[in-house]
Every structure is written in structure tokens, then in C-alpha cells.
């Protein structure tokens, strides 16, 4: 059996077992939609803890004016790879498998290559319904399987400004970012972003904390940037960890500035009707991508994944 037809009858005994899997996110002519087996939701020992605690950025922010090279971290692969995050040099592993599945048609959109073109198709934004449903975790997979691409570079923006935690999943330090550059124009985005050990990944920080963190991130500044990076940065794929759709406001506003967005929806933990309103807040969005994330059949954890395709403003 293929993957797809695996996938396909997965999220079958999904639908089966209740599992709440709105029609809309099944386009014509696509596979209808695919789960894939995984290990990975079952908790592992180096998995990072929930913490509501925000990332305090405690490093100034460079001197304005000054647009030098980009600092450089190091990211520990080794426990990224025991939390579940793909890491870019190991043989293949069944996560690396899945995510391949799941980029194709992300990467196809955003270079153009998808059947029809995509305003700002390289921006993609990871959001989900709810909190806790693994944007993060998504965002971060996302990126590293894309960043095993020949041709892509990818770069992973914390936008979830109100409750970071990005930096700590990568086992980062704070460090300033998005949240910097929103406040002060003349901080350039190659001041604040940070190349990695991993060639085609950089990461944009949240930044440092903001009272107004929210109101930044969904203002007339922020619509500015991301213009500017879909343009300035138009042959890579950025990334956008992003706050819940049906609790917040600003990320809805993001999203209407995206070309494509995932929304991850936790297996048997969301309600189907709140997935139909986050849909619902998306409308707009001319590609949306459906991710069932951490969906179980006794003690196998899966992803399943379907498109839902609309054109619109
Ligand atoms: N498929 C998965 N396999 C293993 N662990 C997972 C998976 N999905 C999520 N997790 C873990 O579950 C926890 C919550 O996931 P994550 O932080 O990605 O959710 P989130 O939607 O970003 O939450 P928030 O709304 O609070 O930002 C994390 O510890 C993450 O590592
Ligand atoms: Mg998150």
C-alpha cells in the first residue's frame, strides 16, 4: 500500500472513530487526505515542557544603523532530535518521512510551481484553532525538513509574540527579534536574525517582550514587513509560528497577509466546530493545509494531513 493510500485509510478509521474532519479541507483532485504512522507523539525524554511563561529577551538589541551579518547559534541536534524535532544529517527516520510528505505541496506553492500562482506563497503561517495542538512542534519540523531541500533556505519566525517559546523548544537562548524590529524600523531584519548550524535554516526570534505585543504584531508595521520579506526575500520559505486562531485576534490579521497556511489540529482534542470556525477565520487565505498532528490508534501515535483549497482577498 502507498502512503497515501495508507494515509488515506487512516484518516478513515479516523473519521470512523469520530474524529472530526471537516469536508471542506478535502480539494478535488488531491489525495483526500493522508495520516502517516508515528512514534514520535508518544512523550520522549528530552520532549520540552509546556511553560506559559513567555521568553524574556534579555540581549539589547544591536545598535541601529548597523546592518552586519547575521549572529550565528548553534543548535543541539542531537536533543532536537530526541524531542522529535528532524535532524538535517541523520539517515532516514519516519518523521523525516512524514514531513517530506507534508512539504511537497507547501514548497510547490511557495516557488510557484503549484497549478496556480500564490501571492506570497513563501510565507507560511503554522497556526491551529487552539493552544497546545503543536504549532510549534510543527513549525520547527517544518522548517528543518525543508531545510534538507537542495534548493530551499527557510527562515522560522517565532510570531506567537505573546507566548514565545520557539527559541526555548530549539534549546535557544532569548535574543532579540521580530517584536525589535516592529518597535524600531531602523533595526534591520538581518540584525536580529540568526543563522544556525544548520546551512539553510535561520531563525527570527520573538524578541524582547512588549506590553503591546499583540497590537505589534497585527499593525500596519508588521503588514509592512512581511510584504518586504515576501519580496526581499522571495527565494526562501519563511515560516511563521503563530498564536491560536480562535483565541486571539492578531492571528487572524497574519494570516490575511499569508500565502499558505497549516492549520494543525490535535487528533481527538479538538472539537469539530472549532476547527470549522478557525477554518472560517482563514477564509481569505488562498491555501490552507489541514494537520492532523498526534491522531492514535492504541499505543501508535500518526500525523494526517489534508488540503483545503480556496481563492480569495
Ligand atoms: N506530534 C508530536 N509528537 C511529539 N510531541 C509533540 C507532537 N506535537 C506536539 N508535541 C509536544 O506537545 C507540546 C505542545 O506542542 P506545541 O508547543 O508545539 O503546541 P502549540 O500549539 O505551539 O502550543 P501553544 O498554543 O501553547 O503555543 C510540546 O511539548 C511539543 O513538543
Ligand atoms: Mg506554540
Known sequence: MSLIEQAAKRLEELRLAGVAIPEAATPPGLPPAASLPSEVAAASPHAPARHPQPDEAVVPP?????????????????????????????PRSQVADEYRVIKRPLIANAMGKGAAPIANGNLIMVTSALPGEGKSFTAANLAMSIAMELDNTVMLVDADVS???????????PAPGLLDILVDESIDLRQVLLRTNVE????????????????LLASDAMARLLEDMASRYSDRIIIFDSPPLLVTTEARVLASHMGQVVVVVKAEGTAQGDVKHALAAIEGCPVRLMLLNQAKTGAQGSYGYGYGYGYGG
Open 62 to 90: 544591536p545598535a541601529t544603523g548597523d546592518s552586519g551579518p547575521s549572529r550565528r547559534v548553534e543548535l543541539d541536534l542531537a536533543a532536537l532530535s530526541a524531542s522529535g524535532i528532524i535532524r538535517p544529517d541523520a
Open 200 to 215: 539553510k535554516l535561520s531563525i527570527l526570534p520573538s524578541g524582547t517582550q512588549h506590553a503591546r505585543a499583540t497590537e
Open 163 to 173: 507566548r514565545p517559546s520557539l527559541l526555548r523548544m530549539m534549546g535557544l537562548p
